[in-house]
């Protein structure tokens, strides 16, 4: 059992080693589209790269859901076949948004033996999920 700030200590010497192997400007909350953002995620359990939609206006949020869901069978095909699609997606903190994303199981971020293959896992699945974006921000942002 790790303490909150040994637990906070790996966490930061993670995200610190992470940033170093794969130095790199993500693209996170530079969506130019408000309320969407890309994100990574690691805990005791699993790891995963999300895309969010967090827009407190309902209509919004359903509008560009819609879009993105209008795209998953060329997201599912052509970049990230794992990908998962989650309209209604509960946060620890019980906020609801909507999510797309990847998830890698059995790692925990207080076992470095999991750290690389998490790292790997992280970078590769961001940049698919970039590109795709890239190549369909134009639908999305109208």
Known sequence: MFSQSESKKLREEFWISFGKSFPRKWTLYDTKIKNLAFKFYFDKKITLVALDIEHTDVAK?????????????????????????????????????????????????????????????????????????EDYKDIILT
Do not use: C
């Open 61 to 133: 949020q359903l509008e560009l859901w819609e879009k993105l869901s209008g795209l998953q069978s060329i997201l599912i095909t052509d970049f990230l076949p794992d990908a998962i699609f989650d309209e209604s997606y509960i946060l620890e903190n019980q906020k609801e948004i909507s999510r797309i994303y990847v998830k890698k199981e059995n790692v925990s971020i207080h076992n470095k033996n999991t750290w690389q293959e998490t790292m790997v896992f992280l970078n590769e699945k961001m940049i698919q999920f970039e590109e795709f974006f």
